[in-house]
């Protein structure tokens, strides 16, 4: 099995920033073919695809409405993939999962496999 586990939500202005992190344990993937990317659900909307990153590099993902404010990145050695969230707008207010895709096909990958269990980012203004 595969453990992700986020952290780093909590309540911030608007304008301001927050980084989440989410630290994966348990089986391991080959790097080469995995992705991992973060997803949000707010209330009354659908589940919104936020971004995404090949793990070995060379390709990322971001949803239009978090172009240019939000970043995505990991660190291999930690296991852990990050979402740097600046410029935090009350729209950006939802649950926020991390999640992995074993196999890279298209791109940004569809196909995720294992979810953690979300973090709530509330943006007030």
């Known amino acids: 099995q595969v453990q992700l586990v986020e952290s780093g939500g909590g309540l911030v202005q608007a304008g301001g920033s927050l980084r989440l992190s989410c630290a994966a344990s348990g089986r391991t993937f080959s790097t080469l073919h995995m992705a991992m990317g973060w997803f949000r659900q707010a209330p009354g909307k659908e589940r919104e695809y936020v971004a995404a990153?090949?793990?070995?590099?060379?390709?990322?993902y971001y949803a239009d409405s978090v172009k240019g404010r939000f970043t995505i990145s990991r660190d291999n050695a930690k296991n852990t993939m990050y979402l740097q969230m600046n410029s935090l707008k009350p729209e950006d207010t939802a649950v926020y999962y991390c999640a992995l895709a074993p196999h890279i096909g298209d791109w940004p990958p569809r196909e995720y496999d294992y979810w953690g269990q979300g973090t709530q980012v509330t943006v007030s203004s």
């Open positions: 990153i090949r793990w070995s590099g060379g390709f990322t």
